[in-house]
């Protein structure tokens, strides 16, 4: 997961900005897009944990 500042337009949307090595703007997105496509994906806690109860049974 790359880390993520929080911005807000000029509207008052939130915004995520990702920046490169080199401090530039490498992707922004609005906060529905960026949530959207955390909830696609499945977190490594999440497969850790999901291993774990299966191998309790």
Do not use: C, P
Request: net charge positive.
């Amino acid at each position: 997961m790359t880390n993520r500042t929080t911005h807000r337009s000029k509207s008052g949307k939130k915004l995520y900005a990702v920046r490169d090595k080199e401090g530039k703007f490498k992707d922004i997105q609005d906060y529905k897009r960026a949530h959207s496509q955390d909830m696609k994906r499945t977190s490594k806690a999440e497969l850790d944990a999901a291993a774990k109860k299966k191998n309790k049974k």
